[in-house]
């Protein structure tokens, strides 16, 4: 009854620029933070960036200075704005939710995540 639905990503040359979006949509209550995820095939998947309701930011040290993650909380809306971009930032990319969904007056707080995006940079 949650999802979250991305767009944009593809295929970039190296220092050239992308964005990412997600859109939550279903019975949301609240959503609290919000981010996103990147997985090279064969790797862990590893933390990019997350922004809470109230706009803190966290970033992983290799995409600080490039990267701009940002939210609307009125569309349930996470951005991610990807600048001076790297070959070694090909992956794909996964946006994050922890959100408390109304199910008719229940309410319950789980970890979304949506079906993610490839981004591939070439050098």
């Known amino acids: 009854q949650v999802q979250l639905v991305e767009s944009g990503g593809g295929l970039v040359q190296a220092v050239g620029s992308l964005s990412l979006s997600c859109a939550a949509s279903?019975?949301?209550?609240?959503?609290?933070?919000m981010g996103w995820y990147r997985q090279v095939a064969g790797n862990r998947r590893e933390l990019v960036a997350t922004?809470?309701?109230?706009?803190?930011?966290d970033y992983a040290d290799s995409v600080k200075g490039r990267f701009t993650i940002s939210r609307d909380n009125a569309k349930n809306t996470v951005f991610l704005q990807m600048n001076n971009m790297k070959p070694e930032d090909t992956a794909v990319y996964y946006c994050?939710?922890?959100?408390?969904?109304?199910?008719?007056?229940?309410?319950?707080?789980?970890?979304?995540w949506g079906q993610g995006t490839q981004v591939t940079v070439s050098s």
């Open positions: 922004i809470t309701r109230g706009g803190s930011i």
């Open positions: 279903g019975s949301i209550f609240i959503i609290i933070n």
């Open positions: 994050n939710a922890d959100i408390v969904a109304d199910f008719s007056g229940y309410y319950r707080s789980s970890d979304y």
